[in-house]
């Protein structure tokens, strides 16, 4: 049991992993990175967001001056 999980441990860590590592790693990197702006070009939308256009502060003081207004012409 114990030679089997050395020759296990060996395989998926041993000096061959490095290599794979070394490998691996860039492959990932760049089709990661190709997917994201495949993904932000294509896939996404944005995405319009009518409360951000305005404060809330600005919200408040809009309807006070048009509270204010309608009271001054009635």
Same mark, same amino acid.
Request: glycine share 4%; proline share 0%.
């Given at each position: 049991m114990l030679g089997q !999980? !050395?020759?296990l441990t060996?395989?998926?860590f041993g000096p061959?992993?490095?290599v794979v590592r070394w490998i691996v790693f860039p492959i990932a990197c760049v089709v990661g990175t190709c997917g994201y702006f495949v993904e932000t070009k294509y896939l996404?939308?944005?995405k319009k967001?009518?409360? !951000?256009?305005?404060s809330r502060i600005d919200e408040r003081m809009?309807?006070?001056l048009n509270e204010e207004f309608q009271t001054k012409i009635n």
């Open positions: !999980l !050395l020759q060996t395989r998926y061959g992993a490095t996404r939308k944005d967001f009518e409360y !951000l256009d305005k809009q309807r006070q």
